[in-house]
């Protein structure tokens, strides 16, 4: 497994790609529309996704504001089997909420498995990476 990104929300997604690149130095590695859903994806780093951790800003394109804290997301990890490795999970007594399967509004294979704390994980299936929730 790799740890391939941390998701926030954020309300105003202009200002805040102005703030990672210009303010904190990252590069935008790609941004993605999703009309049917509404938001955005936005991928940010400090090199390419194959390599590094990046940072996915999502922006819904009804919500212009989050209070501090409702923004975060999830982490992601990469994995070979999204399928052996959710059966693993749960074998662990690990909870998987969502299932292997293709990204909504997209075709990314991804599952979700939530920790003790019900904080999310997002489980991405390496070699499906085209759209990356």
Not at 9 to 29: H, K, P, Q, W
Not at 69 to 77: I, K, N, P, Q, V
């Amino acid at each position: 497994m790799r740890l391939l990104h941390t998701m926030l929300r954020v309300g105003n997604l202009e200002r805040s790609l102005a703030f990672y690149t210009d303010v904190l130095g990252m590069t935008l590695l790609r941004r993605k529309d999703y009309p049917t859903g509404r938001f955005t994806l936005a991928f940010l780093g400090y090199g390419e996704e194959s390599e590094n951790t990046v940072l996915e800003l999502t922006h819904n394109w009804d919500t212009d504001r989050y209070e501090l804290g409702e923004g975060y997301g999830h982490m992601a990890l990469g994995v070979e089997d999204i399928h052996a490795t959710c059966r693993a999970i749960a074998a662990k007594g690990g909870r998987v909420v969502r299932e292997p399967g293709p990204m909504k509004h997209g075709s990314t294979v991804i599952a979700f498995v939530e920790d003790p704390d019900g904080y999310k994980v997002e489980l991405i299936q390496l070699g499906s990476l085209t759209d990356a929730a």
